[in-house]
């Protein structure tokens, strides 16, 4: 996606995470004071997973070269447990203690249209690959460590990839596929993570407890076709972060800018936090952010009109003062005030002030902001309680 903003934006994304953890809200995530960066600097540091050990812990049971190696000691001798009817299990590990050490491979493994929930288990460390699941491997869940352990990384840019819809580190084209637990890293400008069908309907994408890191200037999060859930995460950009034409809610999750900070006494818009691609009135799709919040550093839009119907709406979201006056933004195409649906319901903090928002922003009723505050949005009582239940353990 092209677009201009004045200033140059700062880099970086991250989305999905556990929200008790603590992020300053005023300061930039790669900051050396920032306890995060340590964490994904030690990422490589074998340690042991996230589940208990059954026997000695001195077990050789995963080393799949069948030659000893000391960092596989203290992987879980039981781990992967046998696959059931339902559920099978794909081990990856960095250090060879699993069937798989790229997480690609164990992608690759995952049969064609396949109907079980196919859990990739993906162990502690830094990935360095480009990773895509095709519209054949429906049903897949990424699995991690904890976003600050486990994160696949790669750094194409739009020029590389010929394209900027083609530079994401991970990309996803599949129905039904989760994640949890992960981070997913682009160290230069372009794509983090992009999810998008084929089609517009069916989608099924879920996402909880996870991290998307991006070192890029804008379009960090491809949320584009299908329905998502995005449950207590952590999003960081700065110009258009999260833009595409899905039909996605937002639940308890941190937004975080890191558009160029403005110097005193000036408004300058150095980002946005949403670019929504509804191209016609008959396309129920949108983003909804329910009990969210919004803090960092620049000045910026809610939402900019990517596409003449854009949706978005902000329900029970506190949002500090980095949110411009006027809020939202009709891509400078007057013609769009008239169509796009942005919308604001009981937001708190000194951005949630609605006296100088634009003509064409709303005040929701109680009546009008139902349709957006739970999972019904998107449909979630025909799709999402399987999802969400066929993780191996929280």
Avoid at 30 to 58: G, H, R
Avoid at 193 to 215: A, D, E, I, P, Y
Avoid at 343 to 354: I, V
Avoid at 367 to 377: A, D, G, I, K
């Amino acid at each position: 996606m092209s677009a201009k903003i004045n200033g140059a934006a700062a880099a970086a994304a991250f989305l999905l995470f556990y929200t008790h953890l603590y992020f300053p809200t005023t300061a930039h995530l790669y900051s050396s004071t920032t306890p995060l960066l340590a964490a994904l600097v030690n990422l490589t540091t074998p340690s042991l997973p996230l589940y208990p050990l059954s026997v000695d812990s001195t077990s050789t049971h995963h080393q799949y070269d069948c030659k000893y190696n000391p960092l596989c000691d203290d992987f879980p001798p039981d781990f992967p447990p046998p696959d059931t009817s339902a559920v099978s299990i794909f081990c990856v590990d960095p250090n060879g203690c699993c069937e798989f050490t790229t997480v690609q491979a164990a992608v690759d493994a995952v049969p064609n249209h396949s109907s079980k929930r196919n859990v990739v288990w993906i162990n502690k460390g830094i990935y360095f690959e480009k990773v895509t699941v095709p519209a054949s491997k429906p049903n897949i869940t990424f699995q991690g460590q904890g976003f600050d352990l486990t994160a696949i990384a790669w750094n194409d840019t739009a020029k590389s990839a010929n394209g900027t819809f083609y530079s994401a580190s991970v990309s996803v084209f599949a129905s039904g596929f989760i994640a949890k637990n992960i981070s997913f890293i682009h160290q230069s400008q372009g794509l983090a993570l992009s999810m998008h069908r084929q089609w517009r309907s069916g989608s099924m994408v879920t996402k909880q407890h996870s991290g998307v890191v991006g070192f890029g200037a804008q379009d960090t999060l491809h949320d584009d076709r299908g329905r998502h859930y995005f449950k207590e995460c952590f999003i960081q950009g700065s110009i258009d972060f999260i833009f595409g034409d899905a039909r996605s809610l937002y639940e308890n999750c941190r937004l975080i800018s890191i558009a160029d900070p403005v110097p005193s006494g000036q408004r300058s818009i150095t980002g946005s936090v949403t670019a929504h691609a509804r191209v016609s009135e008959n396309d129920n799709t949108g983003y909804s952010f329910v009990n969210c919040s919004i803090g960092g550093t620049g000045w910026i839009w809610l939402g900019r009109a990517w596409r003449p119907y854009s949706r978005v709406v902000f329900a029970y979201t506190s949002m500090s003062d980095i949110i411009a006056s006027e809020g939202w933004n009709d891509w400078n195409d007057h013609t769009r005030d008239q169509t796009v649906f942005y919308g604001e319901y009981k937001c708190t903090g000194d951005g949630a002030n609605l006296a100088d928002r634009v003509p064409y922003a709303q005040k929701l009723s109680d009546v009008q902001v139902l349709p957006y505050l739970n999972t019904s949005f998107i449909d979630g009582d025909q799709w999402l309680k399987p999802y969400t239940d066929s993780l191996i353990s929280d």
